[in-house]
């Protein structure tokens, strides 16, 4: 298979298993993964880091790296798709009774997405 065609699949799938996850949220509906967060110390923000910051690796590998610049800086369409993305999810929970708005969660998602940059950047560097 092509890395091409994989990457995408993976980020696709990825974002499916994420929707899926806020879908029980916003619907108060169990799962495992809410049962394991409040055992582990800081589990939500561990949670929402590692989210948000595979999604944006993935994202990103699947754009292939692909960026804009901002200010000499290069941001990729990928940081900008799960940014966009991660600011609306967590503002819409201000609109939903079982959710609750949580600026820790939204820096949370930032340290992950941030991890991802410093990742990627060792990545597409030892490529070229």
């Known amino acids: 298979m092509d890395v091409k ?3 995408r ?4 799938s990825f974002s499916g298993f994420i ?3 806020i879908y029980l949220a916003n619907t108060g509906q169990p799962s495992l993964f809410f049962e394991m967060v409040p ?6 923000k561990i949670g929402h880091a ?4 595979t999604l944006t690796f993935l994202a990103t590998f699947a754009t292939q790296f692909r960026f804009v610049h901002c200010y000499r800086i290069r941001i990729y369409y990928g940081v900008i798709a799960v940014t966009a993305f991660v600011v609306t999810e967590e503002i819409s929970q201000m609109f939903i009774t079982t959710r609750t708005f ?3 969660d939204l820096s949370a998602d930032a340290l992950g997405m941030a991890a991802a940059v410093l990742l990627l950047r060792r990545v597409q560097s030892g490529n070229n």
Do not use: E, Q
């Open 5 to 7: 065609v994989l990457s």
């Open 9 to 12: 699949a993976l980020a696709l």
């Open 19 to 21: 929707l899926w996850v």
């Open 39 to 44: 055992a582990i110390p800081l589990g939500d």
């Open 50 to 53: 590692g989210l948000f910051g």
């Open 102 to 104: 949580d600026f820790t």
